[in-house]
């Protein structure tokens, strides 16, 4: 479904990411691992094509490559940012009903149930009053009910009041189910069991890539020590 073939992004005259590969399947689960600064951001931004990059990118079969991030939105597309964005004064459930493909409160209340949040939450103003683990998990919700074909999950266990373990991965899983390819991003690899393949991205390169347990095998020898 998602295929990046020699991705290599330069910023500031420094090279980010160099000739990344990378594949994944419709309704798969692929983990993104590295330590912070390994690229893994900067890599989910150029799939979304926030950044400009060499090399190519297809999407189910398709090179994605000369397309805006609207048009690849509408393919299928979907990134929830590692900072969630800011849309102050705007009630939580209206928010969501902008994302919402099946736009029934019950809907909404489903979804906000599955990412541990109460229904009270969609009648808040997004603004200060929210933590910062509470707009991850409102972002969260935006995607879910967005039904995409790839979601990017830029580290949906990080940041204040973090997820727990438990609520991400019965999400995650719940998306695989419901037919989305998750690119799950961390730095943690407490998440690995959940995923079918991995990529370890190191210094912008990727210095494994497959099935999950091969992947799960190389940690152990990893050149790039897995840090917090
Ligand atoms: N706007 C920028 N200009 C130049 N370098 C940047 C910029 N943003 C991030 N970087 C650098 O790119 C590298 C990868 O960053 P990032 O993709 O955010 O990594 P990760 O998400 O794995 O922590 C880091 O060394 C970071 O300092
Ligand atoms: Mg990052």
């Known amino acids: 479904m998602l295929k990046v073939v020699n991705l290599t992004v330069i910023r500031d005259g420094r090279e980010i990411l160099k000739n990344v590969n990378l594949e994944m399947h419709a309704a798969e689960i692929h983990l993104l691992l ?12 150029a ?8 090399g190519n990118i ?26 969630p964005a800011r849309f102050e004064g705007l009630l939580v459930k209206d928010y969501l009903m902008i994302s ?8 909404l209340e489903n979804v906000i149930k599955m990412v541990g949040l109460p229904r ?12 910062g683990g509470e707009r991850k998990r ?64 190191c210094s912008g390169k990727v210095i494994a890539s497959g099935p999950r347990d091969e992947v799960k095998k190389l940690f152990k020898y990893s050149p790039c020590p897995l840090k917090r």
């Open 138 to 201: 409102i972002e969260l919700a935006a995607v879910i009910l967005m039904q995409p074909k790839l979601a990017i999950l830029d580290e949906p266990d990080s940041g204040i009041d973090m997820l727990s373990f438990k609520l991400i991965s019965e999400v995650i899983k719940k998306m695989k189910e419901l037919g989305t390819g998750v690119l799950l991003i961390t730095h943690s690899e407490d998440m690995i069991d959940i995923a079918d393949t991995a990529t370890i991205l």
């Open 100 to 107: 919402a493909r099946n736009k029934s409160m019950g809907n």
């Open 120 to 131: 009270s939450i969609l009648f808040h103003e997004i603004g200060e009053n929210l933590s």
């Open 58 to 83: 297809f999407f189910e079969g398709k090179n994605i490559d000369s397309l805006s991030v609207w048009e690849r939105a509408r393919l299928g597309i979907t990134l929830a940012f590692q900072e």
């Open 34 to 45: 590295g330590v912070n600064g390994s690229g893994k951001t900067t890599l989910a931004q």
């Open 47 to 54: 799939i979304m094509g926030i950044y400009s990059y060499e």
